[in-house]
């Protein structure tokens, strides 16, 4: 058996919550990947993903920084799935797309239960991004790491390959104006398994300011839009939420994997709001 507890949630058709990973370390990561355990209320499996992010993040795709983490994730038992979202984007695809291609691979090969890429703008480049996901004969991503089953807990390299393709999940994410213009096409690429919105860029690439904390109106209906795009091709919409307000909000509009917070987000929401309580009682 597979441990994927965000494959789990997207096969029961249950949203699928996350948070955002900035910040390296071990000790760090699973402290996240545990933080619903000591709240008799709620269960880790509430927590389905959480997002590495070596693009904005302070976390290096190297051995010292992404293989350490998704290690202490999936250290975690019964915990959420790592997922990386690799510092290349699909302009980088095409004719030089090594950049990407070896990007996805260093991070499957460190065990990651999916990728996200960002800035995906055309179907060709979703293509290239699904092509480096999957192993022949559905793509060209090689094989060769002696470490890869042990980081899904799988015996043996052979066992690895039979599942693989059918276990990683593969993200792009729709934040220009030329994704947003190709969006229908993108979402129908074999081997893609969802779009991915990102409402920052999306709303600076359309000329709108970013969102403070939600969108613009007309921005907001770019986002149903992809929303409805995603979904007629049969594959899951994801969105970036800052709150836990917000993601109860995309949960209900339909999105299938929402982020509700990040790391540091929710250390300085929590700061502030202990610190508000003990000068306001003072």
């Not at 999936?74 to 004719?95: E, M, N, Y």
């Not at 398994?193 to 209906?221: A, N, R, V």
């Amino acid at each position: 058996m597979v441990a994927h507890t965000l494959l789990n949630v997207f096969k029961a058709n249950k949203p699928a919550f996350g948070i955002w990973l900035t910040n390296g370390g071990f000790v760090h990561a699973r402290s996240v990947a545990r933080s619903l355990v000591s709240n008799p209320q709620l269960s880790r499996p509430n927590m389905s993903w959480i997002m590495l992010d070596c693009e904005h993040g302070l976390l290096p795709l190297n051995p010292a920084g992404a293989t350490e983490v998704i290690a202490a994730i999936h250290g975690v038992k019964d915990g959420p799935s790592a997922l990386v979202r690799i510092p290349a984007t699909g302009h980088g695809t095409g004719s030089g797309s090594e950049g990407v291609n070896w990007q996805i691979k260093y991070a499957l090969d460190a065990g990651a239960r999916g990728v996200l890429v960002p800035m995906v703008s055309t179907p060709s480049q979703a293509h290239q991004v699904a092509q480096s996901s999957r192993f022949p004969p559905l793509g060209r991503r090689g094989f060769g790491s002696p470490y890869t089953q042990e980081n899904w807990n799988i015996p043996t390299g052979s066992e690895y390959l039979s599942v693989a393709n059918d276990n990683v999940v593969v993200l792009v994410q729709i934040e220009t104006r030329e994704g947003v213009e190709n969006v229908k096409a993108i979402a129908e690429v074999d081997g893609i398994d969802g779009l991915f919105i990102g409402p920052y860029d999306l709303s600076i690439c359309l000329g709108y300011p970013p969102p403070s904390p939600d969108p613009h109106p007309e921005i907001e209906k770019v986002i149903q839009d992809i929303l409805r795009a995603a979904h007629d091709a049969g594959k899951k919409c994801a969105m970036y939420c800052t709150s836990g307000a917000q993601a109860a909000q995309r949960a209900a509009e339909g999105f299938d994997m929402i982020n509700v917070t990040s790391d540091v987000g929710a250390m300085q929401s929590g700061i502030t709001a202990e610190f508000n309580a003990a000068t306001t009682a003072t």
